[in-house]
Antibody
Framework: EVQLVESGGGLVQPGGSLRLSCVAS????????MNWVRQAPGKGLEWVSY????????YYADSVKGRFTISRDNAKNSLSLQMNSLRAEDTAVYYC???????????WGQGTTVTVSS | QSVLTQPPSVSAAPGQKVTISCSGS????????VSWYQQLPGTAPKLLVY???KRPSGIPDRFSGSKSGTSATLGITGLQTGDEADYYC???????????FGGGTKLTVL
């Protein structure tokens, strides 16, 4: 079964850091570009970041640029999101999503919740 | 304020048809492919339509997508109560170098 499983969410104080992970199963991660998408409580979807198969191209939303870093380890079939200088407005469910091409996302994880609060 | 504009809500009776619009600009919808996602309550989004009008395997043909100029439309026919969900359009924005989503449309099947 094709699956993505995120982990690493939790409660963190403003200014703190957190590292999210996403492990793929049922397919080879190195065949796909990947995305992180988040959803604040009661709000819509917000794209966070994108990374190509070889990590040669990376994009970030302006709201996280300079604070978040996306990376991947194809040998471990895993994707990561390092989040630094966290703010209250970063509170959301974070999803990793497989890119089927042309930035449409065909496989999503179940999400991991990040809460930034003192 | 989302880059792509969707109506906040739509509603229709079971068995009827509904359309959800998604309005953008030449930097996003006008020159890039559009995808549509369904998010049932408490679950992760699910891809319904990609490349403007293609359906992934397993998505019934009750769901259809179209694009004209800087707008896109999702159509759902034969509405079922199980279709009650939030629907999002998404595409690449060339000017922003970012994926952009609409604000989402809540579908109520009365």
């Amino acid at each position: 079964e094709v699956q993505l499983v995120e982990s690493g969410g939790g409660l963190v104080q403003p200014g703190g850091s957190l590292r999210l992970s996403c492990v793929a199963s049922g397919f080879s991660l190195d065949s796909y570009s990947m995305n992180w998408v988040r959803q604040a409580p009661g709000k819509g979807l917000e794209w966070v970041s994108y990374i190509t198969r070889s990590s040669s191209t990376i994009y970030y939303a302006d709201s996280v640029k300079g604070r978040f870093t996306i990376s991947r380890d194809n040998a471990k079939n895993s994707l990561s999101l390092q989040m630094n200088s966290l703010r209250a407005e970063d509170t959301a469910v974070y999803y990793c999503a497989r890119d089927r091409g042309l930035l449409s996302m065909d496989v999503w994880g179940q999400g991991t919740t990040v809460t930034v609060s003192s | 304020q989302s880059v792509l504009t969707q109506p906040p809500s739509v509603s229709a009776a079971p068995g009827q048809k509904v359309t959800i619009s998604c309005s953008g600009s030449s930097s996003n919808i006008g020159n890039n492919y559009v995808s549509w996602y369904q998010q049932l309550p408490g679950t992760a989004p699910k891809l319904l339509v990609y490349d403007n009008n293609k359906r992934p395997s397993g998505i019934p043909d009750r769901f259809s997508g179209s694009k004209s100029g800087t707008s896109a439309t999702l159509g759902i026919t034969g509405l079922q109560t199980g279709d009650e969900a939030d629907y999002y359009c998404g595409t690449w924005d060339t000017s922003l170098s970012a994926v952009v989503f609409g604000g989402g449309t809540k579908l109520t099947v009365l």
